[in-house]
């Protein structure tokens, strides 16, 4: 599979294991780098950390990101989920990782991720994108250039535009 990282399509080596509800146990996870529900986090933490591969976490947009803030140096990806375009709680969710808990990892839109949203996620602080089926990813790339200037502050740029005038 194909993904948007820093504003370049790249091969995805990172396997996304579904929620343990889907009959899924640590005995059972494949080798390489891998995403996990938060629920298996939390139930399962000691056997993932010893996973030989690269960890990564989902998270739902209803998640209190606090929950997973004194865990994030295990991480190397932290994927937020967004199930529809209209539910914007994971551009929340982004801006806290990066402003407040100082996440530097890569920061991950899956799920209902369209075109018209990548250049607002990328500045909540979102370096990577798995593109809806619905679009072509090359066309996605294209939305990073259509926003030329910005006005207020943001993870992408400090200042507001009053203040980068002067």
Do not use: C
Request: aromatic residues 10%; charged residues 25%.
């Amino acid at each position: 599979m194909q993904i948007i990282k820093n504003r370049q399509i790249i091969e995805d080596r990172w396997q996304h294991i579904p929620d343990l509800t889907d009959g899924v146990t640590t005995d059972t996870l494949p080798a390489g780098d891998i995403i996990v529900p938060f629920s298996l986090w939390q139930s399962d933490k000691e056997q993932l950390l010893q996973h030989s591969g690269g960890l990564g976490v989902r998270l739902n947009s209803d998640h209190d990101v606090a929950e997973i803030s004194p865990d994030l140096s295990h991480f190397a990806i932290v994927a937020l989920q967004f199930p529809s375009f209209r539910d914007g709680r994971s551009y929340s969710i982004a801006t806290a990782l990066r402003q407040h808990y100082g996440y530097t990892g890569e920061l991950r839109a899956v799920g209902n991720v369209l075109r018209d949203q990548l250049a607002y996620m990328e500045r909540a602080g979102f370096d990577a994108f798995e593109i809806d089926a619905s679009q072509t990813i090359e066309d996605a790339l294209n939305a990073f250039g259509e926003i030329s200037v910005k006005y207020q502050t943001s993870s992408d740029e400090p200042l507001p535009l009053y203040r980068r005038r002067a």
